[in-house]
Nanobody, 124 residues
Framework: QLQLVESGGGLVPPGGSLRLSCAAS????????IGWFRQAPGKEREEVSS????????HYADSAKGRFTIARDDAENTVYLRMDELRPEDTAVYYC?????????????????WGQGTQVTVSS
């Protein structure tokens, strides 16, 4: 039974950086594609970035492109999201999610295991 736990959120000033971690409960994380999502108060959840099970394919939302970097370390059963040049509009609860889709990037509705989220607040 795969479980995901996010960490690394916190309070950061505009222009600052954070690195979020998504840790898996078992050693088979390389069987799953991983996506990062966020949800701000009063707004719908949106996909931020995703990475294929192999690590060979990545995708970034336009709002994240050039500022965020997704990577996976399968030896540690962890996927990271490094966020640079943070803006107040990046404030949200960030979730990671897993999809059994292998070798390609999943659609947004193909994630079936979710973490509990970590709060990111960008404010001076």
């Amino acid at each position: 039974q795969l479980q995901l736990v996010e960490s690394g959120g916190g309070l950061v000033p505009p222009g600052g950086s954070l690195r979020l971690s998504c840790a898996a409960s078992q050693s088979t994380l390389n069987m799953y594609a991983i996506g990062w999502f966020r949800q701000a108060p009063g707004k719908e959840r949106e996909e931020v970035s995703s990475i294929s099970s192999s690590g060979g394919l990545t995708h970034y939302a336009d709002s994240a492109k050039g500022r965020f970097t997704i990577a996976r370390d399968d030896a540690e059963n962890t996927v990271y999201l490094r966020m640079d040049e943070l803006r107040p509009e990046d404030t949200a609860v960030y979730y990671c999610a897993a999809s059994p889709r292998r070798w390609t990037l999943p659609r947004s509705d193909e994630y079936n295991v979710w973490g509990q989220g970590t709060q990111v607040t960008v404010s001076s």
